[in-house]
């Protein structure tokens, strides 16, 4: 079978226009830091944190640029799990934004949104999901058949097994209790994820 792109997928979102700053919005910031890493965040680490630009004792800003991100999440993920392997402690990162993430007023109605529509079109409309949480996502989803699509996501710099757990954590919240996600390709602009699930 010759794997078909859902026409849905090839979304018409583009990238930041050039000098657009690429951010990423407070409520991703607070879904992570203030519910789903909830009393996860040690004196040490918030020290870290704020040496690295993110200050969680003061209100937080309504955006953060994405390479500020970026060392919010890699500072986090070593200080979290430093004895863990990289794919562990940054999957697990990823589930934990996405499920805090899902906790927010913004990211309860997307999900309940994600529930009624189903796996397959959850992931055809991924860019829009991210977005939600940033402006510089982009995303392609190639169908290999009924249950399971290639995924390519615009996020070269963070380890792969980051974005792996915030699709796992999605699938899951969407209702879908066999998941399977793996990397199936890196290039310079990105990584292509395989993903498959049972009905």
């Not at 007023?105 to 949104?113: E, N």
Request: proline share 8%.
């Amino acid at each position: 079978m010759q794997p078909q792109t859902h026409g849905e997928a090839q979304s018409n979102r583009t990238s930041p226009k050039p000098g657009e700053v690429e951010l990423v919005f407070q409520q991703a910031v607070e879904g992570l830091f203030h519910v789903g890493l909830k009393g996860q965040v040690t004196p040490p680490l918030q020290a870290r944190l704020r040496d690295a630009g993110l200050d969680l004792s003061r209100p937080l800003l309504p955006a953060y640029p994405r390479a500020a991100w970026n060392r919010f999440i890699q500072v986090t993920a070593e200080s979290l799990w430093p004895q863990e392997p990289p794919e562990r402690a940054y999957h697990a990162l990823g589930r934990q934004l996405l499920l805090g993430y899902s906790r927010t007023l913004m990211g309860g109605a997307i999900i309940r949104l994600l529930r009624l529509i189903g796996p397959r079109r959850t992931l055809d409309r991924m860019t829009q999901n991210f977005r939600s949480g940033g402006n510089y996502n982009l995303c392609r989803v190639t169908g290999l058949g009924p249950r399971e699509v290639l995924l390519w996501l615009n996020e070269p710099t963070l380890h792969p097994a980051y974005v792996e757990g915030i699709i796992d954590a999605t699938l899951e919240l969407v209702g879908v209790a066999e998941r399977h996600i793996t990397v199936h390709a890196r290039d310079a602009e990105g990584c292509t994820y395989r993903v498959a699930w049972e009905a």
